[in-house]
Every structure is written in structure tokens, then in C-alpha cells.
Nanobody, 123 residues
Framework: QLVESGGELVQAGHSLTLSCKAS????????IGWFRQAPGKEREFVTA????????STADSVKGRFTISRENALNTVYLQMNSLKPEDAAVYFC??????????????????WGRGTQVTVSS
């Protein structure tokens, strides 16, 4: 099970950190991705990391502003979001990929999903 937290209303230009905590099987078994979905839009890839943090992949729209990290000992993955823009507003989801080396940008590659946390950015 994956549970996201940390979403809230923030002003544009501010920062926010999301957390994704896993229960059950250790998080170290998985590659983890973050996706987001805004109203009326398709779910889109944000960033992903292999099981040990050795490789990452990040969408161009957030590159340089968002950073993924993980603490396997705490079974938690983080998404640090800086310089937030109104267009970053969405429900953010974390997802686990059983292929621990696979940092796919496709949502269909991920096996388990959290329920999401809402991020709202005011201009």
C-alpha cells in the first residue's frame, strides 16, 4: 500500500515536499514514480527513481525544480517541489514498479498506486 501526503495550497514561487510511504513489502523492492493529474487532463509523468536511487528520470516541465529522493530504511519516497507554478496544480500520485530498475515514464508500467494528494498553487 502506498500513501501520499503533504499536498496543500501554496503560493506560486513557494516550495512543497510530498511524501509517499509504503507499507507491506519493503520499498527497496521497487522503482518509484511520481505522476500528476490536473482536472480534465490525462495523468502525466513527473519523475521516477530506481530502487537504490542510482538512476532518475524527470519530465522537462519540472526539470530543475522538482527532485525525487528516497529513504528505503523509512519506506518513504519524497518529491521536493520548488518554484511552484499555477500549472503544477494537480493531484499527485506515487506509484511502485516491481521492475526495480525501470524508471518508465508510462503509467502502465507501474504496478501499485497511491490515492493521491492534492496540490493547489495560487498565482
Amino acid at each position: 500500500q502506498l500513501v501520499e501526503s503533504g499536498g496543500e495550497l501554496v503560493q506560486a514561487g513557494h516550495s512543497l515536499t510530498l511524501s509517499c510511504k509504503a507499507s507491506g513489502r519493503p520499498l527497496s523492492y521497487y522503482a518509484i514514480g511520481w505522476f500528476r493529474q490536473a482536472p480534465g487532463k490525462e495523468r502525466e509523468f513527473v519523475t521516477a527513481m530506481t530502487w537504490n536511487g542510482g538512476s532518475t528520470s524527470t519530465a522537462d516541465s519540472v526539470k530543475g525544480r522538482f527532485t525525487i529522493s528516497r529513504e528505503n530504511a523509512l519506506n518513504t519516497v519524497y518529491l521536493q517541489m520548488n518554484s511552484l507554478k499555477p500549472e503544477d496544480a494537480a493531484v499527485y500520485f506515487c506509484a511502485a514498479n516491481l521492475k526495480w530498475y525501470d524508471i518508465s515514464t508510462s503509467s502502465t508500467s507501474y504496478d501499485y498506486w497511491g490515492r493521491g494528494t492534492q496540490v493547489t498553487v495560487s498565482s
